[in-house]
């Protein structure tokens, strides 16, 4: 029975991974972009904000789910969120409509669906780090692929349904589909017990060390490297990346291969969020990261001049700088503080991303405004080369600041 007690629940890990793959396609605004724009009248602009609202209150979502999931357990939580992911997913069917005002929709996609999103991910992700102790670059990996992964399998059904039956009919089909699977799998999502924990430390591959409160975290220096690094690392992604299908055509691409582009950064996601996280638990987590900024660096001067399969080349690079890091930042924070208030002060790093998203999207849409007219996208270039600058000097200080914390 003993030994029986020490395995790994798989129940527990594969529901974690159905929660995260099941609400990850909340990220699929842009397949609903065009369709909105032409059924609301509403100016493409408007209709862009609405992925960063989306982002924002799912970082805001992931905080508040932290906090509860320390206090209530993963189940609960991811539950919550399955429930407030429907409730977005079918109040939009009555937003998305002529006559309906554009900030309707930041409600309820943005806000209602966001949060729910937000709660499923930091609980399902706080879980399965808990089943993983000794691999938490492992665990994340899989964890942030298996939501990654979501907005690569699903486009071409919600494009599908979305053509076949109409906006409204669609969001009431995925409101009764996705968050439906994340309500059942939130029974099965469970932290593991202490036997379990207590075998692994026995066999070497526990998770001891300081248990850092969410009040101490704030206080270290360690924090704010992350929570800078979350800040400025998505510049390049969301610098370029929305323009990746207009630039196409000017870079030599035809319009197969730029829709095909398009499709290869979901797979590039996917892939770099599980490579990078798994890497990590090796090379470590601060070197894997500077490594794939450097990489988002390179790739963002290149896209100056960058044609053909060149451009293709340095599009996918900039993906996987931003997504790698994706499966390593949380894995980080467990590391330097603890897991017992893992998904609270990861929570509240992550932030910092949700401020970044909105911040990184209204310059873009500015430069980019300018370069429209101009048809020279170089200064959205290096913008998006000077952001890695920031986590480029804060990851070597957290790497600094961890040794000279073991020494103590």
């Known amino acids: 029975m003993s030994g029986e007690k020490n395995k790994v629940s798989l129940s527990a890990v594969a529901a974690c991974l159905v929660c995260m793959f099941s609400v990850g396609m909340v990220y699929l605004w842009s397949v609903f972009q065009k369709p909105v ?25 992931s905080f508040a789910g932290g906090a509860l999931t ?41 806000a209602v669906a966001g949060t729910g999103t937000g709660f499923t991910y930091s609980s399902a992700l706080n879980c399965i780090q808990r089943w993983f102790p000794h691999k938490r670059g492992f665990a994340t990996g899989i964890s942030v692929c298996a939501f990654g992964l979501s907005a690569t399998v699903t486009a071409p059904l919600i ?32 932290n593991p017990g202490r036997e379990y924990l207590d075998g692994l430390a026995a066999a070497g591959g526990g998770s001891g060390g300081r248990q850092y409160t969410p009040r101490e975290t704030l ?21 370029i990346i929305p323009r990746v299908k207009t630039l196409a055509a000017a870079r030599g691409l035809s319009e197969s291969m730029a829709t095909l582009t398009v499709s290869l950064t979901g797979v590039a996601s996917a892939i770099s969020r599980l490579i990078a996280a798994a ?27 960058a044609r053909g399969w060149l451009y293709i080349a340095a ?11 994706a499966g390593i930042f949380p894995a980080m924070a467990s590391d330097s503080f603890g897991v ?42 290096i913008i998006a080369a000077a952001g890695c600058a920031v986590p480029l000097i804060m990851l070597p200080v957290y790497d600094h600041a961890g040794k000279k914390g073991a020494k103590k």
């Open 70 to 110: 320390d206090r209530f357990g993963p189940g609960r939580v991811a539950a919550a969120g399955g429930a407030l992911f429907c409730a977005g997913l079918l109040a939009s069917s009555y937003t998305v409509r002529e006559g309906m005002p554009v900030w309707s929709v930041y409600l309820t996609y943005g």
């Open 37 to 61: 724009t032409d059924e609301c009248g509403w100016s493409a602009p408007s209709v862009t904000m609405v992925s960063s609202a989306v982002i924002f209150m799912y970082v805001l979502g």
């Open 279 to 305: 890497a990590s638990d090796r090379a470590g987590r601060a070197v894997t990261i500077w490594v794939l900024t450097l990489v988002t660096l390179a790739a963002s001067v290149c896209m100056t001049f």
């Open 159 to 190: 494009t599908a349904l979305i053509n076949g039956r109409g906006l409204t009919p669609t969001f009431r089909i995925l409101a009764f589909t996705f968050p439906v699977l994340v309500v059942l799998a939130s029974l099965f999502v469970k």
């Open 340 to 381: 017992k208030y893992s998904a609270t002060n990861y929570g509240m790093a992550f932030m910092f991303l949700g401020v970044s998203a909105p911040l990184f999207t209204v310059i873009s849409n500015t430069v980019s405004a300018a370069g429209a007219e101009t048809g020279n996208y170089t200064a959205a270039f």
């Open 219 to 239: 206080r270290t220096l360690k924090f704010w490297c992350l929570a800078l690094s979350l800040l400025f690392l998505p510049a390049a992604y969301m610098m």
């Open 315 to 325: 599009v996918l690079l900039i993906v996987a700088g931003y997504s790698g890091p």
